[in-house]
């Protein structure tokens, strides 16, 4: 019997240390068959709207506002727009500095653009459907994590 308990107890404990390097092997990534961690995005809605006879953008979902100022942050992070034309005129979204823009929007249409920079910028975004009006800007920030601001301010 003294035999069967060491054997039992010998069995548990390489259980439990298999056990472990199974799970030490699969968090290191090496048996996923995609990356677990997805790139950051950021996603902002903006409404085109007539408020007292004047186009505005009206946030709508991420900033709120009137023709909302945004921030974005350097780097591979997404910032997704999506544009909705909730006004009676066609109107389209163009950004300066990236040269992106929407399709033109009729009434109830909507499009999504995405702008990525790599550096800190300062970006407009117009209603360019009849000629070019500037409506806000994006500005574009290098954040740096807590624990590196921290290390440099000692």
Known sequence: MNGDKKFLIFGLVGGFVALAAIFGYA??????????????????TLEFRN?????????????AGTNPDLIMR???????????????????????????????????????IIIRSKNDAMFNYYDISDGKKFLGTIQVVHVIPIDRLEANNK
């Open 27 to 44: 968090s290191m990534g090496y048996v996923r068959p995609f990356n677990i961690f997805w790139p950051e995005e950021v996603r902002q």
């Open 51 to 63: 408020v007292g006879g004047e186009t505005v953008v009206v946030g709508t979902v991420g900033n």
């Open 74 to 112: 350097t780097g591979d992070f997404s910032y997704i727009i999506t544009v909705k034309n909730k006004d009676t005129i066609p109107h389209q979204l163009y950004v300066d500095g990236v040269d992106i823009k929407t399709k033109l929007l009729l009434p109830e249409e909507e499009d999504k």
